[in-house]
């Protein structure tokens, strides 16, 4: 099955922890993303690789940190946790020569109490 | 920087009537329009997209034009459906250097009744 995965699907932890989420994609797309879903449903890119390559990096707190191994994996690693932090957090893909047209995974929902 | 305006946040309709969603944009480059839909606790996925003016797009009895004399994308609909309750977003993306940086709009939701 050609798509995008995220792990974990939920994830509950308490502020100052660190967290972790992953992303792989199949699809043999040359670029990944993450998104920061609210609560208001405002999709708000955070950052973006080509090929294992940051191209974007919005402004977001410095205890957010991606990493990319290959073209078909982003992660994103959140050092000391904050309760604004509570979000869902949506990784995507998309292809050079097609506009940009995201593939979005279903999401890591993250509860930080 | 780029921009997108969706200025419906919430739009409830009985069903069988049409329905128009309102997306304008701003962007100092020629831009890929998109319509992204969300259902309740699913991902966003691709509804329609375009970068040619004036040429009508159209899926699963949505369509859309984009008008670049009015940097406008509104999606339509004639008849809508119970299943087309969701949250509809309008999004570009400009290329820079050969990558993309999509812009959202803030959504909008749809919600049909019987």
């Known amino acids: 099955e050609t798509a995008v995965f995220q792990t974990p699907n939920y994830h509950v932890t308490q502020v100052g922890n660190e967290v972790s989420f992953n992303c792989k994609q199949t699809?043999?797309?040359?670029?990944m993303y993450w998104y920061k879903q609210d609560s208001k449903k405002l999709l708000k890119i955070m950052f973006s690789?080509?090929?294992?390559?940051?191209?974007v990096n919005e402004t977001v707190p410095r205890r957010f940190s991606p990493q990319s191994s290959d073209k078909a994996h982003l992660n994103l690693r959140i050092k000391s946790v904050e309760p604004e932090d509570s979000a869902v957090y949506l990784c995507a893909s998309s292809q050079r020569g097609t506009g940009g047209e995201q593939y979005f995974g279903p999401g890591t929902r993250l509860t930080v109490l | 920087g780029d921009s997108v305006t969706q200025t419906e946040g919430l739009v409830t309709l009985t069903k069988g009537l049409p329905v128009m969603l309102n997306c304008t944009y701003q962007?100092?480059?020629?831009?890929?329009l998109f319509w992204y839909v969300q259902h309740l606790n699913e991902a966003p996925k691709l509804l329609l997209k375009s970068s040619t003016d004036n040429k009508r797009t159209e899926h699963q009895g949505f369509y859309a034009t984009l008008h670049k004399s009015s940097s406008s994308f509104h999606l339509q609909k004639s008849s809508v459906q119970l299943s087309d309750s969701a949250l509809y977003f309008c999004a570009l993306t400009q290329t820079s250097g050969g990558n993309y940086k999509p812009t959202f709009g803030k959504g909008t939701s749809l919600v049909v009744h019987p």
């Open positions: 962007t100092t480059y020629s831009p890929f």
């Open positions: 690789y080509n090929n294992k390559q940051l191209i």
């Open positions: 699809l043999g797309h040359d670029t």
